[in-house]
């Protein structure tokens, strides 16, 4: 059965760090592609960025600020996010790309998996 389960997420001040985790289990990382989205009140979900099956990064907002990396042994994906602004508050998702061996998309109807998100509030 395939599940993601995000985690980390809490409250951070502007500037501060957070680092998130997504835990897959009933498939491979090596096969699979995942991308974090966001979802901020009122707004539609974004994509913020992607690694695929090969390890390939895709950054769809602010690269210098976010460092997505997997751990294969752990099979997990991370999201560092660095120097954290208001405007970042969201419940963070991560999804899997419905068909193993796909590119990184920006575009959620493209994902057939997703965890249940972990909430990022920031603010002083």
């Known amino acids: 059965q395939v599940q993601l389960v995000e985690s980390g997420g809490g409250l951070v001040q502007p500037g501060g760090s957070l680092r998130l985790s997504c835990a897959a289990s009933?498939?491979?990382?090596?096969?699979?592609?995942i991308t974090w989205f966001r979802q901020a009140p009122g707004k539609e979900r974004e994509g913020v960025s992607c690694?695929?099956?090969?390890?390939?990064n895709s950054y769809y907002l602010d690269s210098d600020r976010f460092t997505i990396s997997r751990s294969n042994a752990e099979n997990t994906v991370y999201l560092q996010m660095d120097s954290l602004k208001i405007e970042d508050t969201a419940v963070y998702y991560c999804?899997?790309?419905?068909?193993?061996?796909?590119?990184?998309?920006?575009?959620?109807?493209?994902?057939?998996?997703w965890g249940q998100g972990t909430q990022v509030t920031v603010s002083s």
């Open positions: 690694i695929d099956y090969r390890g390939g």
């Open positions: 009933g498939f491979t990382l090596d096969t699979s592609t």
């Open positions: 999804a899997r790309r419905r068909y193993t061996l796909a590119s990184c998309s920006p575009y959620a109807y493209d994902y057939g998996a």
